[in-house]
């Protein structure tokens, strides 16, 4: 039997399902067109979405395409069981992301925003955990993401951490152009062979590094020129500057 033969959806999730399904990627291109052309065959209007009888008998007809052994049947099978398993894992409308190991503040998202990533992830990288929580393992599996189940109001909250957070690392970078733009030659991303100090948005901290397109001779001017130095000067006496990674040699400076 064809794993897609074994594809069993609860009746209200079948549009949410083809919906999911025709979001994914294929390495298989022609997927997504046996998908639209299996809609176009129940739905004759392109301009209308099926409803839920009709995607049942979407369905149903890629099911068969699936069992059936044609071009691309095991990859599309995989893809309606990933789907398939992320509807089974999703049940709750917010989730709190944390990222493991941690890095940054936590973040939420939205039932739906979930669905499609776990689907997208496949059932070999989504785990379900503890309380509802999913954990989604990075495609090296060297970090992670857990997604815990919160309520409306946590998730209003967090939200407003985050932006928050957001604004704040915009003060303190506009703050920073302007402390070293006098002093220092700011990096110019518009130009093949432009270098200078970059001054970047990392999640909710500032960092400010050495850029060079294609010199990279020029990073001595941040090393043994002083650059850095003069930058962690500069930005001492307005803002708490840190090094990168703890490292009196660190490529970059943190605000």
């Known amino acids: 039997m064809s794993e897609a033969s074994a594809v069993v959806l609860a009746g209200a999730?079948?549009?949410?399902?083809?919906?999911?399904?025709?979001?994914r990627s294929f390495s298989a291109g022609y997927l997504p067109q046996v998908?639209?052309?299996?809609?176009?065959?129940?739905?004759?209007?392109?301009f209308d979405?099926?409803?839920?009888?009709?995607a049942a008998l979407v369905h149903q007809r890629l099911a068969r395409y699936a069992a059936n052994g044609r071009p691309g049947s095991a990859q599309l099978a995989r893809a309606m069981l990933d789907v398939k398993h992320a509807l089974n894992l999703v049940r709750h409308e917010h989730y709190r992301a944390s990222a493991v190991p941690e890095g940054g503040l936590d973040t939420t998202v939205s039932a739906e925003q979930l669905?499609?990533?776990?689907?997208?992830?496949?059932r070999d990288r989504v785990l379900a955990a503890q309380g509802?929580?999913?954990?989604?393992?990075?495609e090296d599996e060297e970090?992670?993401?857990?997604?815990?189940p919160v309520s409306a109001a946590q998730a209003k909250a967090l939200r407003q951490a985050a932006r928050s957070a957001k604004e704040?690392?915009?003060?303190?970078?506009?703050?920073?152009?302007?402390?070293?733009?006098?002093?220092?030659r700011l990096a110019d991303w518009s130009r093949d062979d432009g270098y200078g100090v970059a001054v970047d948005v990392i999640r909710d901290?500032?960092?400010?590094?050495?850029?060079?397109?294609?010199?990279?001779?020029?990073l001595a001017l941040w090393e043994q020129g002083g650059v850095r130095q003069l930058c962690a000067a500069l930005l001492s006496d307005r803002f708490t500057v840190s090094e990168g990674d703890g490292s009196p040699h660190a490529p970059a400076l943190r605000i």
């Open 49 to 54: 979405e099926p409803d839920e009888r009709e």
């Open 13 to 23: 999730s079948k549009r949410t399902a083809l919906r999911l399904l025709r979001r």
């Open 132 to 138: 509802g929580a999913l954990v989604v393992l990075a």
């Open 168 to 184: 704040e690392a915009i003060r303190l970078y506009e703050g920073a152009v302007e402390v070293l733009r006098p002093h220092v």
């Open 115 to 122: 669905l499609e990533l776990v689907a997208e992830a496949g």
């Open 205 to 218: 901290e500032v960092s400010v590094q050495w850029w060079s397109a294609a010199l990279p001779e020029f």
């Open 143 to 148: 970090a992670s993401t857990v997604y815990r």
């Open 35 to 46: 998908i639209d052309l299996a809609v176009r065959e129940v739905v004759r209007s392109q």
